[in-house]
């Protein structure tokens, strides 16, 4: 009797971004906000490199004292590289260099100035793709340019996934190290997660995910099943990815099976 192919997935929606303060003292009583005593610029911190995608937490101390959220009012010189929440989270969001201005609310005067330069990360190194990965790889971007439903959600068209190499790496890893201990999880018998394979694999990511299959014939059943299966589906249609790593091994007895590992750096 023919044994069904199996899918299981994991999303491991973790964010690894810094989270730097300027200060981490707590925040003072209402009665106790601190008065500038002059309209010198206080100034400004050292400056500090943030990689896109990543935030920080700015705080700004005042005699010794730090002022709260809502006696400040943040700014950004050039908001396409750094914006910043009226609670002062600033996000890289682009290659550059920007300014981040604290004004204190009701007087108009600058309190504290954070300079920041944004990197992008490196492109990707590509994966080296045998013909039945690339077209996992095809078939996946297919699906994200149309759009598609995933269970009671429907998912506009994404941009196209890219290979890359060390995702690569861990999504092949994880393959056959099930092929040839005979098992079909997420987590390993020794206990290793795929943020663990991916750690050790040198990816630097925000965000990943993982998709795993095991008895598909090819890459169309595969991409199909998970596909019609909405946490797979939600992984797979996620703009939010960008990059892609692919993983396809066989037991000693024909059985296939199949990774997908995606991130965003």
Known sequence: MRRLPSLLLLACLVPALAACTVS????????????????????????RSLDVGQTMQLEVTLNGRRVPPDGLTWTSSDPRVVSVTAEGLARAD?????????????????????RMQVVAPPPATPQLLDAVTRQVLELTNAARARGHRCGGSVYPPAPPLVSEARLGAAAQAHAADMAARNYFNHISPDGRAPKDR????????????????AGQADAQEVVTG?????????NLM????????????????????????????
């Not at 682009?94 to 954070?114: K, P």
Request: hydrophobic share 35%; charged share 20%.
């Open 24 to 47: 981490r003292r707590a925040a003072q009583p209402e009665a106790d906000r601190p008065e500038l005593t002059s309209p010198q610029l206080v100034p400004a911190t050292t400056q």
């Open 94 to 114: 682009g290659a550059g260099q920007a300014s981040v201005r604290a004004i204190q609310t009701g007087t108009g005067r600058a309190l504290a100035e954070f």
């Open 198 to 213: 991916i750690d050790a694999a040198g990816y630097s990511w925000r965000t990943i995910a993982e998709n795993i299959a």
């Open 226 to 234: 998970w596909l019609n299966s909405e946490g797979h589906c939600r």
């Open 238 to 265: 996620n703009a939010g990815y960008r990059e892609l790593g692919l993983g396809l091994a066989q037991s000693s007895g024909g059985k296939r099976y199949w990774v997908q590992d995606f991130g965003t750096r």
